[in-house]
């Protein structure tokens, strides 16, 4: 291999590169992220026409100081997820040989706190759904009963419903941790369900208002949905909602910490949401504390019946 010439690779070739390999070795929607974010990196302009070698770890803070200060800046989350695919790429391209180091590497991420757990309680639920245009309710109900991702659910078909055995297949191809799991239906799921009319094509999505266009081999969902959500939520604080830390994602929280406070041990709750890790619904072990505490309490009454001296000994009795 020629050294000297790969590396002198142009950022602009690489990055070329990095979306050539994403769109083969990640899913669709990945590669549209990664497809975003590669259209920031190229207008910047502590990236574009730079040598590969030539971008060092300060051009690598000036852009993030660009993304949360910026006339267009975003929160630090957003952040540390551009920055986290901008580090992917270059440990891609090290590995290719386009450079000798990663600069991305030597920069510090933000890592902010994560946000409240926001759920939705009973009386909120209602007056969400009571804002809701008409065919975002099935959404709602079935997302709250299932605790399914959005991409999940609204490329959701109606050959992953079985009502005879009450279960919803989300398969390996579209469950975000990458492991097909089944979850059952309850009877709100199956009511979300029954208003919604039944296709005798198996393939048909079961949302088809909000499931968007195919894109590769997978639907995508389309801008009415943000539209008829964000609308949703609005009407609904001006009515009194806490729209704090509130999105879509809060509908699969209510359905988590709805399980652990109804005595749901954490492992199951780990399984339905197709969770790799108990480390991820940790953050609901709270919601259960009655039954630790009420644990705890019978602990000590049993210590106290049979440690107690004015209970009377029982002797064992001679053959």
Known sequence: MDRRKEVKTTFE????????????????????????????WLSSGHFAGRRLNKIT???????????????????????????????RSFSLCETWGLCERNPVKA??????????????TPEEEALLMSHAPPPMRPCITFAVNTGLHLREMLTLTWSQIDLKQGFVT????????????????????????????RNINPAALIFPLYGGEVFGNEH?????????????????????LDGR?????????????????AGVGLHMVQRLLGHQSIAMVMRYAHLGATDTIDAVKLLESKLQFTCNPSQPHQKESAP
């Open 13 to 40: 070739d690489a990055v070329k590169r990095f979306l050539i390999w994403s769109e083969v070795n990640v899913r669709p929607s990945t590669y549209m992220n990664d497809r975003h974010y590669a259209e920031l």
């Open 107 to 120: 920069v510090k991420f933000f890592h902010p706190e994560c946000r409240r757990e926001r759920f939705l």
């Open 220 to 240: 995508t969902h389309s801008p009415s949905f943000y539209k008829a959500w964000q609308k949703t939520v609005a009407a609904a604080k001006a009515d009194g």
């Open 170 to 197: 989300i398969t390996a191809e579209v469950a975000k941790g990458k492991r097909t799991r089944h979850i059952p239906l309850n009877q709100s799921a199956r009511e979300a369900l029954g208003e919604l009319p």
């Open 57 to 87: 770890p300060v051009d690598v803070e000036a852009y993030k100081a660009q993304r949360v200060n910026g006339p267009n800046k975003v929160s630090q989350r957003t952040t540390d997820a551009d920055l986290g695919r901008l580090r």
């Open 245 to 261: 830390d509130l999105c879509w994602h809060t509908l699969r929280h209510t359905f988590a910490s709805r399980l652990v406070a």
